[in-house]
T-cell receptor, first 118, second 113 residues
Framework: DSGVTQTPKHLITATGQRVTLRCSPR?????VYWYQQSLDQGLQFLIQ???????AKGNILERFSAQQFPDLHSELNLSSLELGDSALYFC?????????????????FGPGTRLTVL | DAKTTQPPSMDCAEGRAANLPCNHS???????VYWYRQIHSQGPQYIIH???NNETNEMASLIITEDRKSSTLILPHATLRDTAVYYC??????????????FGTGTKLQVIP
């Protein structure tokens, strides 16, 4: 158990709908990362938040948005869903974001949310 | 951004050491090498990381070449439960210190009884 929780575990919805995925980081972790993993694909980094602020963006679609709240939990909002959005969505957390050049910072992953768009 | 190259798949006999290579020829001096694994569709699991020196923990050993252009993850006594996709990543820092993270497609390790 990594200490990162994600809800819901499974989500089935229809095209055009909007869903919200939730992530609670490990206690004390300030950074939250979101990843998408489609069938038989690698992990695609979507976005990172640190202490409530967006810090890095990957290949996140404009239909997707995220935020991190004062209690440090994060939500990923997916709207106008398409069939191709069906995937596993993982959240990860880490202790801190050190400004400047990258330093080691281990990410701990949650169990994921499996989204199925019909 | 530094990229990593890993073989797509490897087999290893149960009980033997599994040696998983990773090339990261464009790594910068202050970038760490991280290894994670993903068992089936579970959340990726941290294994080990290092900067210059070889590292060992209860799960594995990490050997980094002197020029830091490649590394090898060693699972000393592979078990069936080690069957997974293993990802080697290099932590990248972009302007402003933001952390972009790139996972490749990894190496699918199959441990054979």
């Amino acid at each position: 158990d990594s200490g990162v929780t994600q809800t819901p575990k499974h989500l089935i919805t229809a095209t055009g709908q909007r869903v919200t995925l939730r992530c609670s980081p490990r206690s004390g972790d300030l950074s939250v990362y979101w990843y998408q993993q489609s069938l038989d694909q690698g992990l695609q980094f979507l976005i990172q938040y640190y202490n409530g602020e967006e810090r890095a963006k990957g290949n996140i679609l404009e239909r997707f948005s995220a935020q991190q709240f004062p209690d440090l939990h994060s939500e990923l909002n997916l709207s106008s869903l398409e069939l191709g959005d069906s995937a596993l969505y993982f959240c990860a957390s880490s202790l801190r974001q050190t400004p400047g050049p990258s330093l080691g910072d281990t990410q701990y992953f949650g169990p994921g949310t499996r989204l199925t768009v019909l | 951004d530094a990229k990593t190259t890993q073989p797509p798949s490897m087999d290893c006999a149960e009980g033997r050491a599994a040696n998983l290579p990773c090339n990261h020829s464009t790594i910068s001096g202050n970038e760490y090498v991280y290894w994670y694994r993903q068992i089936h569709s579970q959340g990726p699991q941290y294994i080990i990381h290092g900067l210059k020196n070889n590292e060992t923990n209860e799960m594995a050993s990490l050997i980094i070449t002197e020029d830091r252009k490649s590394s090898t993850l060693i699972l000393p006594h592979a078990t069936l439960r080690d069957t997974a996709v293993y990802y080697c990543i290099v932590r990248v820092g972009s302007a402003g210190g933001y952390q972009k993270v790139t996972f490749g497609t990894g190496t699918k390790l199959q441990v054979i009884p």
